[in-house]
């Protein structure tokens, strides 16, 4: 019997039935999964909400943005500081993300409205910190009640005559972060970006769907600036309101999470001609594949050149490392469960170290980033559409260029992955196991079945694992360490990962009221 038929043979009828389609033994290149479906009451889930996606995720990186949370303090609370997205400030640019700006409602604002509130808030944060831009991110009792936060943004604009926008992104909208990503991606492009006027310098680009988590963004800023590029902006990873203002001049779009900006690189191309390319800056072969792949989309001999030299100064530093590390982790195996992208990146990275992985599996990924973008067509019913635009861009007559003769594009499309991603599951060995969505029983079950040597997830699942004795890192957060990103960041990495491995304090751990172990067969040093 298969590993996931034992798991489906634990399950009820009625839980086997809506949960088959979610879960996949890799067997060839042509499998289909089921993804993006809501979250089945009852189950413990690791997704977060709409509101986590719009305001936690792509909103939140801005940093001279004031994000004003329309709602009671606990979502305010609640995304205060809890993503690692870092940021630094300067004479020029302004920091808010160390604050929480909340507008703290209460019963009487849910019975009477909480316009008034809002209006107020706005106006202090305005007079107190003097931002670039305001920002309303709506909480699930706001879209409840009714409260226009649209009219008091557009109604403030003029008053203070900074830009003010409000994001419809109560929690209960769509599946989960992945409609809050899509409503911010839809603002940003509608109010923010084709507003600036930078004049490039040569290869311009825009690094799409990095967070600067840990400071990975600035560890890739480090590599592609030594380099020579010209980073117009970033989306929006120790990003700003008046960089982005400016992201329709560059020459190209990087994009590294597919999951929350695929919309916008999408429609950077509509509107102003803008090609994007896959990259993934995670691993260090997948590093040096991105950075060929970009100088090749602009194939001037020289950047290449560069490309090269930067590639063997790298390697050259953390060689002895990586090699070290290797020899310590080599023929180990993870499990990696998170949101979007990472379970994607990492893979790379694991493989870099001579680690092989057992399972992967997305929180709310959709079909296209499991088996690529050409399935896209086939997707009928999007979960999310029902209440969330699907903004159509026109092209801007006046913005738009391109930097490809449309012949040389098609000659580079057969070989860089330009406006193409081709999802997680076709690099996936054979054998190993996808789970969508995955869930704490089936968290259990697999990690009893698998018993792998790490598994790679988040906050609200690290503990069922750890304490089956099995090391977990998160990937969302690394824990508080980092940067994971580029060459120096997978030294980080590799170290973390060891230090974990050869030290399995875990593994000896045996609660005071256990007499049965929690994982089978993993408990007292037995693993
Ligand atoms: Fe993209 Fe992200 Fe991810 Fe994501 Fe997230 Fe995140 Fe993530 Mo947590 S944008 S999809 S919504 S790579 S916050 S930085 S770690 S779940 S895998
Ligand atoms: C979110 C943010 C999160 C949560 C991390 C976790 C992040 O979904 O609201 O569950 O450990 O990366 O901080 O994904």
């Known amino acids: 019997m298969s590993t996931l038929d034992k798991v489906l043979d634990d399950y009820s009828a009625k839980v086997f039935k809506n949960r088959k389609a979610h879960l996949i033994e890799i067997k060839d290149d042509t499998q289909e999964i089921t993804a993006n479906a809501r979250t089945i009451p009852g189950i413990m889930t690791n997704r977060g909400c709409c509101y986590a996606g719009c305001k936690g995720v792509v909103l939140g990186p801005l940093k001279d943005v004031a994000i004003i949370t329309h709602g009671p303090i606990g979502c305010g609370f609640y995304s205060w500081g809890t993503r690692r997205h870092k940021g630094k400030g300067d004479e020029n640019t302004q920091n808010f993300l160390e604050y929480c700006f909340s507008t703290d409602m209460q019963e009487s604002d849910i019975v009477f409205g ?156 509509t509107k102003y001609g803008t090609s994007w390319i896959k990259v993934n800056f995670i691993g260090v072969k997948s590093t040096i594949k991105s950075l060929r792949n970009m100088a090749k989309f602009f194939g001037d001999p020289e950047l290449i050149q560069r490309t090269e030299e930067v590639i063997v100064e790298e390697i050259e530093d953390i060689k002895d490392d990586m090699d070290y590390y290797k020899e310590k982790l080599m023929g180990r195996t993870a499990a990696l469960f998170v949101g979007g992208s990472r379970s994607h990146h990492y893979q790379k990275l694991l493989k870099d170290l001579g ?65 193409y991603y081709e999802g997680m599951m076709r690099e996936m060995d054979k054998g190993s196991i996808v789970v969508d969505d995955l869930n704490h029983y089936e968290t259990e079950e697999f990690l009893k079945l698998l018993k792998p040597d790490i598994f790679f997830s988040g906050i609200k699942d690290k503990f069922v694992a750890q304490k089956g004795g099995i090391l977990s890192r998160q990937l969302h957060s690394y824990d508080y360490s980092g940067p994971y990103a580029g060459f120096k960041g997978a030294v980080n990495f590799a170290k973390d990962i060891a230090m974990g491995i050869y030290t399995p304090a875990w593994n000896y751990t045996i609660a005071p009221w256990k007499t049965e172990p929690t994982l089978e067969g993993t408990v007292g040093g037995e693993a």
């Open 114 to 269: 909480g316009e008034k509130k809002l209006r107020q808030a706005i106006k202090e944060v305005v007079e107190i910190f003097n931002p670039k831009s305001v920002m309303i991110c709506s909480t699930c009792p706001v879209g409840l009640i009714g409260d226009d936060i649209h009219a008091v943004a557009a109604e403030s604009e003029k008053l203070y005559g900074i830009k003010v926008l409000a994001f419809s992104c109560e929690g209960y909208k769509g599946v989960s972060q992945s409609a809050g990503h899509h409503i911010a991606n839809n603002g940003l492009i509608k109010n923010v970006i084709g507003t600036g006027n930078y004049v490039p310098k040569k290869y311009a680009i825009n690094i799409l769907g990095e967070y600067n988590i840990g400071g990975d963004g600035w560890e890739i800023s480090r590599v592609l600036k030594k380099i020579g590029y010209d980073i117009v902006s970033v989306m929006t990873g120790d990003g700003s309101f008046e960089e982005l203002r400016n992201a329709h001049v560059a020459d190209l779009n990087v994009v590294q999470c597919h999951r929350s900006i695929n919309y916008i690189g999408e429609m950077l191309k």
């Open 355 to 419: 680690m092989s992985v057992v399972l992967a599996g997305y929180e709310f990924a959709h079909r296209d980033d499991y088996e690529g973008r050409e399935v896209l067509p086939s997707i009928k019913i999007d979960a999310d559409s029902k209440n969330i635009e699907e903004l159509k861009v026109e092209k801007d007559e006046k913005k738009f260029k391109v930097y490809l003769s449309e012949e040389q594009y098609e000659e580079l499309k057969k070989e860089i992955p330009l406006d």
